[in-house]
C-alpha cells in the first residue's frame, strides 16, 4: 500500500495557470446579450408594440443572431477537441448543463429566424415573395405571433441563465460557487440588452422606456453583487478568500472602477437625468453599461479560476 501525499496549497492559484482565456468571458457576455435582447423582445411582442413599424423586435432578432453565432464562434475556438463538438448533439444528458447549453443554443437560431418573419426587411420581401407570403400570415395571426413572443422570452431567460449555471457548476471553484450567480448573469444581460437596444432604436419613446427599465435593471444588480458579497463573507473560509478578491485583492480595482462604478453607478446617474428630461439623452451611459457588463464577465470568469479550495487530499493506494 503506498500513501500519496498532495501537499497543501495556499486556496489561491497562479492565474497564470488559467484554464480558460478571452474567448469564453466574450461567449458569456454575448450570449447574456442575445437572452437578455430575447426577453425584451419578446416583452415587447406580448404587449403589442409589434404595431410600431419602428419597434426594436425587428432589429434584434437580426442583431440576436450575429451576436449569437460569434458568441459560438468564439467558443468552438476555446475547444480543445474541435473535431469533436458534434457529439455534445447526439446524445442528450439532462443532467449536464453543457449538454443543456449546447441544445438551447441550437434552438435560439429557429426562433430568431420566427422573430424576423414577423416583419421582413422590405429588399428581402420583394426578392423572397414566398417567404414574405408567410410573413404575412403570421402577420395576421395572434396566437402565433403571441407564441412567438412567449418562446423569445423562455428561451431568452434560458439562455441568459445558462451562462451563469455553467460556471457555478464547477463547485471547485469557490468563487463561482453562489446560488446567485445566474440572477447576476441575467440581470445584467437584461442591462446590457437595453443599452443595446436604447443604442440602435429608433423609437424616442422606445429609447425612453428602455433607459427607465435599464435603471430598474442596474438597482437590482448592485443589490445583487452586494447579496453575493455578504453570502461569501459569511460563509466558509474558501468563500471568504473568494470575495476578497474583489474587495482587496488582485481583481479589486478592475471591479469597483469598470464594473460598479463606470458599468453601473454613472451610467445610472446619467440615465437618472435624462429620463426626467433634465439632460438629452446620450449614448453614452448605455456604451458604459455594456462596457462594464463585458468586464464583468471577465472579472468573474477569471477570479474563478484564481480560486480553488485547499488541496488537503490523502489518496490510498
Known amino acids: 500500500m503506498n500513501e500519496v501525499v498532495i501537499t497543501r496549497h495556499n486556496n489561491l492559484i497562479d492565474p497564470t ?24 423582445s419578446g416583452y415587447f411582442i406580448l404587449t403589442g408594440r409589434t404595431k410600431n413599424t419602428l419597434c426594436s423586435c425587428y432589429r434584434i432578432p437580426i442583431i440576436g443572431i450575429f451576436a449569437i ?37 441550437i434552438i435560439i437560431y429557429p426562433i430568431l429566424l420566427l422573430n424576423i418573419t414577423l416583419r421582413l426587411p422590405e429588399n428581402v420581401g420583394i426578392k423572397l415573395p414566398k417567404l ?20 423569445s422570452m423562455v428561451f431568452g431567460g434560458l439562455l441568459g441563465a445558462y ?12 468563487a463561482w460557487n453562489s446560488p446567485m450567480l445566474w440572477t447576476l448573469f441575467i440581470t445584467s444581460g437584461l442591462s446590457s440588452a437595453a443599452a443595446l437596444v436604447h443604442l440602435v432604436g429608433k423609437d424616442p419613446e422606445e429609447r425612453h422606456l428602455l433607459a427607465k427599465a435599464d435603471n430598474g435593471f442596474l438597482i437590482a444588480e448592485i443589490i445583487i453583487i452586494i447579496l453575493m458579497i455578504i453570502g461569501f463573507v459569511s460563509s466558509s473560509q474558501v468563500h471568504i478568500d473568494a470575495a476578497r478578491l474583489i474587495l482587496s485583492g488582485p481583481f479589486a480595482a478592475s471591479f469597483w472602477v469598470f464594473v460598479v462604478f463606470i458599468g ?5 446617474i446619467i440615465q437618472i437625468f435624462s429620463v426626467n428630461n433634465k ?3 446620450t449614448n453614452i451611459a448605455p456604451i ?8 464583468l464577465r471577465f472579472i468573474v470568469v477569471y477570479a474563478g479560476q484564481y480560486s480553488q479550495w485547499p488541496r488537503n487530499v490523502f489518496i490510498n493506494f
Open 288 to 295: 458604459m453599461v455594456l462596457f462594464g457588463g463585458l468586464i
Open 17 to 40: 495557470l488559467s484554464i480558460w482565456g478571452w474567448e469564453i468571458p466574450v461567449y458569456l457576455f454575448l450570449g447574456g446579450l442575445v437572452g437578455g435582447m430575447m426577453l425584451i
Open 264 to 268: 453601473i453607478i454613472i451610467p445610472f
Open 132 to 151: 414574405n407570403e408567410i410573413s404575412l400570415k403570421i402577420q395576421r395571426n395572434p396566437f402565433i405571433t403571441k407564441l412567438i413572443g412567449a418562446l
Open 163 to 174: 451562462t451563469a449555471i455553467l460556471l457555478s457548476n464547477f463547485s471547485a471553484r469557490p
Open 279 to 281: 439632460i438629452p439623452h
Open 69 to 105: 453565432s460569434l458568441g459560438m464562434f468564439l467558443l468552438f475556438l476555446d475547444l480543445e477537441h474541435k473535431l469533436y463538438v458534434w457529439n455534445l448533439y447526439l446524445n442528450f444528458m439532462w443532467k449536464s448543463p453543457m449538454s443543456w447549453g449546447a441544445w438551447i443554443l
